[in-house]
T-cell receptor, first 112, second 118 residues
Framework: AQSVTQLDSQVPVFEEAPVELRCNYS??????LFWYVQYPNQGLQLLLK??????LVKGINGFEAEFNKSQTSFHLRKPSVHISDTAEYFC??????????FGTGTRLQVTL | GAGVSQSPSNKVTEKGKDVELRCDPI?????LYWYRQRLGQGLEFLIY????????KSGLPSDRFSAERTGESVSTLTIQRTQQEDSAVYLC????????????????FGPGTRLTVT
């Protein structure tokens, strides 16, 4: 079984500041890791994914994440956020069954 | 179509009534998933269809919940005798279900159906 922990339910940040959204997972098998974003009143959109290879993955909108197997983490980062990045961010893990197990989400609130 | 579509976008129903939610996956996608998103919580997996294989129903919370899929197209999620705790956004996703992790695991989500049980 897999589980995902997103410790921060809300992260307030000023525009142009860097941000890190934390994600830790547990799994007894090899995992595939994802970050999804949900803008207000919209469906989920894939930001980035780790399947294999380089542990640093780059996604859309300037986001990146690093897979750290020893720390079982997959934190999401952006060096400079924009107002339009305000949204709910979900970390998810998938093992061999292809269904996704999601964290509870982190609300990123960007202000001027 | 261009993306996953779901209908209705909003549904308000009285406790005890049955509801049907519909999902149209991306054309050609063999895998289809249903998730539930309760207010302030993450997404809970409900059920997974892959081609002609038996569906994975391990996430259905009770026998009031059921889902069908016609071939590799439309799916309906039915909730019988709705309860207030069923109020949530129900999300559908599809993936191509190919042989590589990239195609198997990348899921495309619909906008969801917001169900309110009064």
């Amino acid at each position: 079984a897999q589980s995902v922990t997103q410790l921060d339910s809300q992260v307030p940040v000023f525009e142009e500041a860097p941000v890190e959204l934390r994600c830790n997972y547990s799994s007894s098998v090899s995992v595939y890791l994802f970050w999804y974003v949900q803008y207000p009143n919209q469906g989920l959109q894939l930001l980035l994914k780790y399947l294999s290879g380089s542990t640093l993955v780059k996604g859309i909108n300037g986001f990146e994440a690093e897979f750290n197997k020893s720390q079982t983490s997959f934190h999401l980062r952006k060096p400079s956020v924009h107002i339009s990045d305000t949204a709910e961010y979900f970390c998810a893990v998938s093992g061999t069954a292809s269904k996704l197990t999601f964290g509870t989400g982190t609300r990123l609130q960007v202000t001027l | 179509g261009a993306g996953v579509s779901q209908s209705p976008s909003n549904k308000v129903t009285e406790k005890g009534k049955d509801v049907e939610l519909r999902c149209d996956p991306i054309s050609g996608h063999t895998a289809l998933y249903w998730y539930r998103q309760r207010l302030g919580q993450g997404l809970e997996f409900l059920i997974y269809f892959q081609g002609n294989s038996a569906p994975d129903k391990s996430g259905l919370p009770s026998d009031r919940f059921s889902a069908e899929r016609t071939g590799e197209s439309v799916s309906t999620l039915t909730i019988q005798r709705t309860q207030q705790e069923d109020s949530a956004v129900y999300l559908c996703a599809s993936s191509s279900g190919g042989s590589t992790p990239s195609t198997t695991y990348e899921q495309y989500f619909g906008p969801g159906t917001r169900l309110t049980v009064t």
